[in-house]
C-alpha cells in the first residue's frame, strides 16, 4: 500500500509542479500575457483527458499483464525527452497564432511525461482495487490531490523565489526519473497478482450496472464548471497585476483543495451548508465583477471559487460509483475539464469581444445550482430562482458597464480593448485596456498633438523629451497603446514602435491621429517587443521606452537583466531607458534601479501628480516613470533634477533575470 500511495504522491506532485515550471520559462516568449497561463492551462486539461481515456480503454480492454507492459514501455520511452527545456525554435516570430504554438512547444517539450504523469491516479487506484479487494480507492485520489496542492503551494514560496528555471527543469527531471522507476515496480507488483479481475467480496459492486449517460453528464458538467469558474477567476486576477505563477497558482490551489476535502471523507461536504454559501456568493460575485477595488475583489473572488468548486466537487464526490467504474468516473471529470477549460482559454478570446466569460460563468453555476436542488422542498426551488435571478442581472450590468460608452471593443488572445470618449471639459478620446486606460488624445483640433494621459509635460516622458538637445532623435517605444507618446514627435524624429497586438495597431490607425498628424516619421514593428529587438541590428535610439500594459498587469519579461542587455545593445552612447513604472500594486521602480546598478548606469523616480481641474491638463494622470541613462548632463537638467528622486533598493533584492524573479518582494 505504501508502494501505491507514494507512486501517486510522487506523480501528482510532479504533475502540478511542472504546470508553472514550463510556464514560467516560456511566458516571455509570448508577451507574458495572462492569456499565456489560460492556454496553458488547457494543455494541461487535454493532456490530462488523454490519460484519463488511457486508462479507461486499458482498463477495460487489455489484460492486466498487456496493461502493464504497454504502460512500463511507455514509461522507459518517456524518459527520452529529459529534461523538460523549451527549444528556442519555438519562439515566435510575430505573425503566428500564439494559442496554436504554445500547444504545440507544450506538446513537443512535456507532453509524453505529462500524458504519463496524467494518467498515475486512475491507473494506480484501479490496480490497487483490483490487487486489495476489501479496499475503497477514493481516498487515493485525496492523497493525489494533496500532492498536486503542496506542489503549488511550494512554488511561489520555496522555489520560485530562490532556484533558477534552468536548475528547476533539471530537478523536475530528476524527479521524473525515480517516478518511472516507482511507477514501473508497481505495475509490475500489480500484473503479479491479477490472477483474477475480482474477488468474491466484489460480486456485489461487478454486478452494479454501468453508470447510465445522464449520470455521466452531470460528472462532466460538475467537473466543467469548477474548471470554467477556476480559469475565469484567474483570468479577472491576473490581468490587472501580473501574469507570474505567484498568481497563478493561488486560485488553482483552492481548486485543488476542494478535491481533497470532498473526496478524502463525505464529512467535509456539508450539503446544507455549501448550498447556502453558494446562493450568497453568487449574486456578490456577479455584482462585483467589474470592480477594480482588488482588495476586496480578490478574497471575496477566492472565497467564491473555493465556494464554488466545493459546491460542484462535492457533488461529484456524492455521486461516484462503485471502484469497478472508477476510471469512466474519472474520464468524465476531465472531459468535463477540458470542455470548461477549453470555453475559457480558446472560445473566450475568440468568440466573445469582452471579458464577459466570468459573468457567463457565474450565472451557468447558478442554473446548475437551480438543477442540484430540483425535487427538494419548494421553498429551497423557489430560492435557487431568486439567486438564480440575482447572479444573472447583477452578470448583466456587469457586462452592460463593460460595453457602456464604447466607442469600439474587440478582443483577441492578448487582451480586451476598446476607446471611449469623454465631452467634458473637453473632448478626450481614451484606449482602454481591461478596466485601465492606456493613454488618450484630445480631440479638439487646437489640443489634438498636445500631451495627455501619462505622457503630459511635467511626467517623466514630458520632463525627458524637453531636456534632450534639440536636434533629430530616433525613439523606440515597446508598446504602442493610443501613440500618445507621438505628442513629443518633431520633423525629422523617428518613432519606431513594437507592438505584440495586431489590433492595438488597428486601432491607433482608426481611432486616433497621432499617427498620420505627426511631421515625424512613424514605424511599426508587429511581435513582441523585446524578442523583436533581440532579432534587429542595432537602432542606436537616443531614447527607448518600454510602456507594455494588459490591464495593471505588465510582462515582467522586459524587466530582466537579458532584457537590459538587449535593450542596451540598441541605445546610443549616453541614450536614456524611460521605464513605465505607474502601477497600483507592483513598486516596479527598485527592479529597474536594480539593473542600472548592475549595468554601471543612474536611474531615478519622476512622479507627476495632476492636480488640473479643468481644460486640457484635466487628461494628465498620476504617473511614476523611471529614467535610466548614464548622460549625467541629462539628469542634471532643470526640469529633472528638480523632480528626481532617489530610488531605494531594499536589502539584499535579487537582479531579476530570465531565470529569476521574486514577485513578493515587489508587492505595494
Known amino acids: 500500500m505504501i508502494l501505491y500511495a507514494s507512486a501517486i504522491f510522487l506523480g501528482a506532485f510532479l504533475l502540478f509542479l511542472v504546470q508553472p515550471i514550463i510556464a514560467k520559462q516560456i511566458l516571455p516568449w509570448f508577451g507574458g500575457s495572462a492569456a499565456v497561463w489560460a492556454t496553458c492551462m488547457v494543455f494541461f486539461q487535454l493532456a490530462l483527458l488523454a490519460g484519463y481515456a488511457y486508462a479507461d480503454f486499458t482498463t477495460r480492454h487489455l489484460t492486466p499483464r498487456r496493461q502493464v507492459a504497454l504502460h512500463v514501455a511507455l514509461l522507459v520511452i518517456s524518459l527520452l525527452v529529459l529534461p523538460i527545456t523549451p527549444d528556442v525554435s519555438w519562439k515566435p516570430g510575430g505573425e503566428e497564432n500564439p494559442s496554436w504554438r504554445i500547444l504545440g512547444l507544450l506538446t513537443f517539450t512535456i507532453g509524453l511525461p505529462y500524458f504519463i504523469l496524467s494518467t498515475t491516479s486512475p491507473l494506480l487506484q484501479s490496480w490497487f482495487a483490483r490487487r486489495f479487494h476489501h479496499a475503497i480507492p477514493y481516498r487515493l485520489f485525496a492523497l493525489s490531490n494533496l500532492a498536486s496542492l503542496l506542489a503549488l503551494l511550494a512554488y511561489p514560496v520555496l522555489i520560485e523565489p530562490w532556484v533558477t528555471t534552468v ?7 530528476a ?32 454486478v452494479e450496472a454501468p453508470p447510465a449517460l445522464a449520470r455521466q453528464l452531470i460528472w462532466l458538467t460538475l467537473a466543467a464548471m469548477a474548471t470554467f469558474l477556476l480559469l475565469a477567476v484567474t483570468t479577472h486576477i491576473t490581468q490587472n497585476v501580473a501574469s507570474l505563477p505567484f498568481l497563478w497558482i493561488l486560485p488553482l490551489s483552492l481548486y485543488l483543495a476542494t478535491f481533497i476535502l470532498c473526496f478524502d471523507h463525505s464529512r467535509w461536504y456539508r450539503r446544507e451548508v455549501f448550498l447556502v454559501l453558494v446562493a450568497i456568493m453568487l449574486p456578490l460575485m456577479a455584482w462585483y465583477s467589474d470592480s477594480l477595488k482588488l482588495k476586496l475583489v480578490i478574497p471575496m473572488y477566492l472565497f467564491g471559487l473555493f465556494v464554488c468548486c466545493m459546491f460542484c466537487h462535492g457533488e461529484l464526490s456524492q455521486l461516484k460509483p462503485a471502484p469497478r467504474h472508477l ?30 466569460e466570468l459573468g457567463i460563468g457565474l450565472g451557468a453555476c447558478a442554473l446548475l445550482l437551480f438543477g442540484r436542488t430540483w425535487r427538494m422542498a419548494w421553498w429551497a426551488m423557489l430560492a435557487a430562482v431568486a439567486v438564480f435571478v440575482a447572479t444573472a442581472y447583477g452578470a448583466g450590468e456587469a457586462i452592460k458597464n463593460q460595453i457602456a460608452n464604447s466607442r469600439v471593443m474587440m478582443r483577441n488572445f492578448y487582451s480586451v480593448i476598446k476607446t471611449r470618449q469623454t465631452e467634458e471639459p473637453t473632448p478626450f478620446r481614451s484606449l482602454v485596456h481591461g478596466g485601465i486606460m492606456h493613454g488618450g488624445e484630445l480631440m479638439d483640433p487646437q489640443y489634438r498633438l498636445r500631451p495627455s494621459s501619462y505622457f503630459g509635460i511635467n511626467s517623466g516622458y514630458g520632463r525627458m523629451f524637453s531636456s534632450l538637445p534639440d536636434t533629430p532623435r530616433k525613439v523606440g517605444v515597446i508598446g504602442l497603446g493610443a501613440g500618445s507618446v507621438i505628442a513629443y514627435a518633431r520633423k525629422g524624429d523617428t518613432f519606431r514602435f513594437y507592438e505584440i497586438n495586431p489590433q492595438v495597431v488597428e486601432v491607433a490607425h482608426s481611432e486616433f491621429t497621432f499617427m498620420k498628424d505627426t511631421p515625424a516619421t512613424i514605424e ?10 533581440e532579432r534587429e541590428a542595432s537602432q542606436q ?18 524587466l530582466t537583466r537579458e532584457a537590459m542587455q538587449i535593450y542596451l545593445r540598441h541605445l546610443k552612447p549616453g541614450g536614456v531607458l524611460l521605464f513605465q513604472a505607474t502601477n497600483r500594486f507592483l513598486n516596479i521602480a527598485p527592479i529597474v534601479a536594480s539593473l542600472a546598478n548592475e549595468f554601471g548606469l543612474s536611474a531615478v523616480l519622476v512622479s507627476d501628480t495632476s492636480d488640473a481641474e479643468d481644460g486640457p491638463d484635466y487628461w494628465t494622470s498620476n504617473t511614476d516613470q523611471v529614467i535610466v541613462t548614464s548622460n549625467r548632463a541629462l539628469l542634471d537638467s532643470e526640469k529633472i533634477r528638480s523632480v528626481a528622486t532617489e530610488i531605494r533598493i531594499p536589502a539584499g533584492f535579487r537582479v531579476w533575470t530570465d531565470d529569476f524573479n521574486n514577485l513578493l518582494r515587489v508587492l505595494k
Do not use: K
Not at 476510471?327 to 472531459?335: C, P
Not at 511599426?524 to 529587438?533: I, K, N, P, Q, T
Open 541 to 558: 535610439f537616443d531614447v527607448l521606452a518600454m510602456d507594455a500594459f494588459s490591464g495593471d498587469s505588465i510582462p515582467m519579461h522586459l
Open 175 to 206: 524527479g521524473y526519473a525515480l517516478f518511472v522507476c516507482l511507477c514501473a515496480y508497481a505495475a509490475i507488483s500489480s500484473a503479479r497478482s491479477a490472477d483474477n479481475d475480482l474477488a468474491p467480496a466484489d460480486a456485489e459492486a461487478a
Open 327 to 356: 476510471t469512466r468516473y474519472y474520464l468524465m471529470i476531465s472531459l468535463g475539464g477540458a470542455v470548461g477549460g477549453l470555453l475559457v482559454g480558446f472560445g473566450a478570446p475568440y468568440l466573445l469581444n469582452g471579458y464577459f
Open 524 to 533: 511599426v514593428v508587429l511581435g513582441d517587443g523585446r524578442l523583436s529587438l
Open 167 to 173: 536548475i528547476q527543469s533539471w530537478a523536475w527531471s
